[in-house]
């Protein structure tokens, strides 16, 4: 009896013992799981002010390739508005107002930093997936857009060559476009009407693709104002 008295003591000791060092292991485990949840609420924090950061710098740069390409849009439609305004517009006037027109074009690049890196490691999980899903769609908007308008921007450098192929140049056009040199100039009337027809062609297409892609920022824009609203929302949502 006495020996199955201390051996029952001793086997609610070993239990106790047992029940002890679970609880200690469960404790440990609770509390390394809320360090880890501070430190994806704190990592999920830092991403969400780093994407704020992000997008409003994208809404800056977008906006200032808007006023850009609205300035070479308008540089062309004031060149259309010469043959509205006037019904007998000589070569050299056309010249003249082919030379204010802005043949320049250049590519569109977007600040993508901080969804790539999430892309990239994964983290982007960590993003509500509401956000998550419109950062997504952002991010394929841009790469469309990339993709079509530095297409447009191939297939217009590789007129722009032809037509310098056929005389085009941006200096000689300039001194054509002055009426005082029309005596020293031995004009072509043909070979130049074409190249001028050439040209308000190739702007055409310039202009088209400036005004859909000034139209497709402007709808940028208001996506990523929503994603804003959206981050700054959960934000609070997560601090409360």
């Known amino acids: ?45 830092n991403y969400y002010n780093q994407l704020l950061t992000d997008l409003n710098k994208e809404i800056t740069n977008i906006n200032d390739n808007i006023t850009y390409l609205n300035k070479s849009i308008k540089s062309y439609e004031e060149y259309q508005n010469k043959f509205t305004d006037s019904s007998d517009l000589g070569l050299f006037e056309v010249y003249q107002a082919l030379a204010s027109v802005n043949f320049g074009m250049k590519s569109i690049t977007y600040n993508t930093n901080t969804i790539e890196t999430l892309k990239s490691t994964g983290e982007i999980k960590l993003i509500s997936t509401s956000i998550r899903n419109k950062l997504i769609e952002l991010n394929r908007t841009q790469i469309y857009l990339t993709k079509i308008y530095d297409r447009n921007i191939d297939t217009y450098e590789k007129d722009f060559v032809k037509a310098r192929e056929e005389g085009f140049d941006e200096s000689t056009m300039m001194l054509m476009s002055q009426p005082k040199l029309e005596e020293i100039y031995e004009f072509n009337e043909i070979k130049e009407l074409k190249l001028i027809i050439y040209l308000s062609s190739l702007c055409n297409f310039k202009y088209m693709s400036e005004d859909w892609l000034v139209d497709s920022l402007k709808n940028m824009i208001i996506d990523i104002n929503n994603i804003n609203e959206m981050i700054e929302l959960e934000l609070k949502i997560t601090k409360g």
Not at 18 to 45: D, P, R, Y
Request: aromatic residues 6%.
């Open 1 to 45: 009896m006495v020996t199955e008295n201390k051996f029952s003591k001793y086997l609610l000791y070993a239990i106790g013992e047992i029940i002890l060092v679970v609880i200690g292991i469960l404790i440990a485990l609770q509390i390394n799981t809320s360090n880890e949840n501070k430190q994806l609420e704190k990592t999920k924090h």
